[in-house]
């Protein structure tokens, strides 16, 4: 059974940190890529960040480049995305997905979700 699970969501002032985790369980970590998506309330879910396992190509929406940084760890089957400088406008729940395909913004690509995390960025 594939699983994905994140974590590491929680209430923070703006200018704070976080770093959500994703573990992966059911896959072949090395042969997917790897999305963040998050969707606000009243909004359409949108990509974040994608990673692609076989060579570490990363990608970014442009509201986010610069202050978040996604990896992983093919180890541990997980992934991560590091948010620094956070804003109001990142309050979200933040889902990870995994595709067999390369990274896209395209939801329809993703064939495995997680339950999501909140994040709240506090003004």
């Known amino acids: 059974e594939v699983q994905l699970v994140e974590s590491g969501g929680g209430l923070v002032q703006a200018g704070g940190s976080l770093r959500l985790s994703c573990a992966a369980s059911?896959?072949?970590?090395?042969?997917?890529?790897w999305g963040w998506f998050r969707q606000a309330p009243g909004k359409e879910r949108e990509g974040v960040s994608c990673?692609?396992?076989?060579?570490?190509?990363?990608y970014y929406a442009d509201s986010v480049k610069g202050r978040f940084t996604i990896s992983s760890d093919n180890a541990k089957n997980t992934v991560y995305l590091q948010m620094n400088s956070l804003k109001p406008e990142d309050t979200a729940v933040y889902y990870c997905?995994?595709?067999?395909?390369?990274?896209?913004?395209?939801?329809?690509?993703?064939?495995?979700w997680g339950q999501g995390t909140q994040v709240t960025v506090s003004s």
């Open positions: 997905a995994a595709t067999i395909l390369s990274c896209s913004w395209y939801l329809v690509s993703f064939g495995s």
């Open positions: 059911g896959f072949t970590f090395d042969d997917y890529s």
């Open positions: 990673i692609e396992s076989h060579d570490g190509s990363t």
